[in-house]
């Protein structure tokens, strides 16, 4: 069950333009930014704030790995430390903007 396109697009275009200085909650990157929906729509997430974090294009990618290994992380802080760890466990180098 996914929110029409159109809606959700206006949605996270509203949540960018409320952080006042848009950048990756991980590495601060400020191009190219992407909002993660840590509890996915089909599983009762919701549009609020609370529900997103703002990712690079790169953090998004392991962001959406960890979410499909772990449905239950919910909290950003909780994302941000388990993405940080999977890149020093990865150890390949990549995740560094
Ligand atoms: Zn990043």
């Not at 191009?31 to 009762?44: R, S």
């Amino acid at each position: 069950m996914m929110t029409p396109s159109g809606r959700r697009s206006r949605a996270n275009r509203a949540y960018k333009d409320s952080v006042i200085r848009p950048a990756c909650e991980v590495c601060g990157y400020n191009y190219d930014l992407t909002v993660h929906h840590m509890k996915q729509a089909c599983d009762g997430g919701s549009e609020s704030p609370a529900n997103k974090i703002l990712l690079c294009r790169n953090h998004h990618g392991i962001a959406d790995r960890l979410s499909r290994e772990d449905k239950r992380i919910w909290s950003r802080k909780r994302m941000v430390h388990l993405i940080r760890t999977w890149e020093r466990s990865a150890g390949q180098g990549q995740g560094v903007a």
